[in-house]
């Protein structure tokens, strides 16, 4: 009895293989697969998966030419209605050229269609409610194809590198497209998106070279992550107002993208979701976006002004790297963080605002940016990093708050075009290389009544032979400098009072005008107030006096 019972376990256990009989119709024999026996239904018979091969389909039928599928098939006598097309039913049929399929089918299996490159006309019946994945990719010579209103969903890859494809309609009953929907169809000029759609998958229209404009409905939440990327012809997009977040790189490499304008609604725009748009010429960031991912607005070179709201707290590694045209930026109050590269090789920026809550200058944070005249580095900051300000060779003077201690490696390298610098006593480290190649350095004040022991390197032989190192007015000081490396290796030390505003001021007479000029010899007011830290001389009458704003 015992191994009666297991005996038909086991039968219960074996799987039932699918019928399969061939019929012919219109000149076309295919092969179908039995679904339902009971119900008489079948399918076009699906093609194999080569997982140990080459890892894609063989064709379940080969066919070339124009298909019509009929709604009834029989197998002798019996008649079999067809409700699907197979999975890679009629995967790679190179020379198939047209297709009709039966209003008896509701749905295309994946890859049903896929790399059949001469297809040209396919007629997908209202009767179907389910597209497969990568069901028609790689078909390069559909140019057109209507989606019935019984479909819900676009799924991944379905019209993937239909390079002949120049529009589609999509139904109001689509909610979601699929990750690479309609990715690389090359030829694709217009497509609209209906307000049914809530979710659009990445890389759902990427490398649509041909897309001149897009309109994202207020249905859309959220835009998958480079779901428009290198869409190289797209020159206006229009973001719905209930869109929350941009996905990562969703719009880079948009290089002919003219204007985008980011509804209130956003949150969240993710990393590189601009990079490479050369075109976009400004940008206004909503004031409900928090934070600017790293390589937002990479190699924007077009980009000649961008607005960051209060709201933003942090600035991203290279943000706004290589954004060659912009000309100025001021970065708000709330921004406490300023990631790494964040504005290198903004070799149009001329002036800089940083704001007063940010710490750290970090690496490379303003590297190359060689039309900045000058910069004003608030009281905030305790750090400059390595290659902060490297290579800004239009820069001609600097003033280092009191508030900082440490200055990196080659913060200032290649800064040609300084003359001078302040380096306040607060400062307990200078890395190597921190003001090398800055062959115009004629002025160097550092106020230090203890001056700190530092690498020769800091400064170039050019320097140390051509500058004036300018120390506190004591003798008991400028000793100490004369025995320190690397203040040792000046040949020009001379005393200097370091004494502060209030205290300069105070031998002028505050009832007359002044004239106060920077150290170019070029007027820049008649008012001593507000004035930004630096070096400045400023003249009454007979009087004048060189004077230190720190």
């Known amino acids: 009895m015992k191994k009666i019972i297991f005996l038909f376990t086991l039968l219960l256990a074996l799987p039932s293989f699918a019928r399969n ?8 024999t295919l092969t179908y697969t039995v679904i339902d026996e009971e119900a008489k239904t079948c399918m076009t018979k699906e093609g194999v998966y080569n997982a140990y091969g080459d890892y894609s389909y063989s064709t379940g039928n080969r066919v070339e030419g124009t298909l019509i599928i009929p709604e009834i ?54 009767s179907v409610t389910s597209i497969g994945e990568c069901a028609f990719c790689e078909c390069g010579g559909l140019s057109s194809v209507t989606i019935p209103d019984s479909v819900t969903s676009i799924e991944s890859l379905t019209f993937a590198r239909c390079r002949g494809l120049t529009s589609v309609t999509i139904p109001e009953s689509v909610t979601s497209i699929g990750y690479g929907a309609f990715s690389g169809c090359s030829g694709l000029i217009s497509v609209t998106i209906p307000n049914s759609v809530s979710s659009m998958g ?23 992550g480079y779901a428009f990327q290198e869409c190289s012809g797209l020159t206006s997009v229009t973001i719905g107002n209930s869109v929350t977040s941009i996905g990562y790189g969703a719009f880079s490499g948009c290089s002919g993208l003219i204007s985008v304008t ?30 600017i991912e790293f390589r937002a607005f990479q190699e924007c070179s077009g980009l000649s002004s ?56 970090p ?24 290659c902060a300000f490297s290579g800004c060779s239009g820069l001609t003077s600097l003033t280092i708050p009191e508030s900082v201690t440490s ?7 290649g800064c040609d075009g300084l003359t001078s610098v302040i380096i306040p006593e607060s400062v307990t480290s200078i890395r190597v290389f921190a003001f090398s190649e800055c062959e115009n350095l004629t002025s160097i004040y550092y106020s230090a009544k203890n001056p700190i022991w530092a690498n020769k390197s800091i400064f170039t032989e050019e320097t140390y032979s051509n500058a004036t190192l300018h120390v506190p007015a004591e003798a008991v000081y400028k000793c100490k400098y004369e025995y320190i490396e690397p203040w040792v290796f000046f040949s020009n030390i001379e005393e200097y009072d370091f ?33 930004a830290h630096g070096i400045y001389i400023v003249r009454q009458g007979d009087t004048v006096k060189k004077i230190a704003v720190k």
């Open 499 to 531: 004494s502060g505003i209030e205290d300069v001021f105070a031998e002028f007479d505050s009832t007359l005008p002044y004239e106060v000029y920077n150290l170019n010899g070029v007027m820049i007011g008649n008012s001593i107030d507000n004035l």
């Open 73 to 126: 098939v029989k197998d002798g006598e019996e008649e079999y209605s067809v409700i699907s097309i197979g999975d890679a039913a009629f995967y790679k049929c190179s020379s198939l050229t047209s297709v009709t399929i039966p209003n008896s089918v509701t749905s295309i299996g994946e890859y049903a269609f896929g790399i059949c490159s001469s297809l040209t006309s396919v007629t997908i019946p209202e």
């Open 202 to 224: 990445e890389w759902a229209f990427s490398y649509c070279r041909s897309l001149i404009s897009v309109t994202i409905p207020d249905s859309v939440t959220s835009i998958g």
């Open 407 to 413: 200055i990196g490696k080659s913060a200032f390298r």
């Open 306 to 361: 961008v607005t960051i709201p209060n709201s933003v707290t942090s600035i991203g590694e290279y943000a706004f790297y290589g954004c060659s045209g912009l000309t100025s930026v001021t970065i708000p109050d709330s921004v406490t963080e300023l990631g790494e590269c964040a504005f290198s090789g903004c070799s149009g920026l001329t002036s800089l605002t940083i704001s007063d809550s940010v710490t750290s200058i």
């Open 363 to 386: 690496y490379s944070a303003f590297l190359a940016c060689s039309s900045l005249t000058s910069v004003t580095i608030p009281d905030s900051v305790t750090e400059l990093g390595e």
């Open 21 to 28: 009989f061939k019929y012919t119709y219109e000149g076309q």
């Open 262 to 291: 980011i509804p209130n609604s956003v949150t969240s725009i993710g990393y590189e979701a601009f990079a490479k748009c050369s075109s976009l010429i400004s940008m206004t960031i909503p004031e409900s976006v928090t934070s």
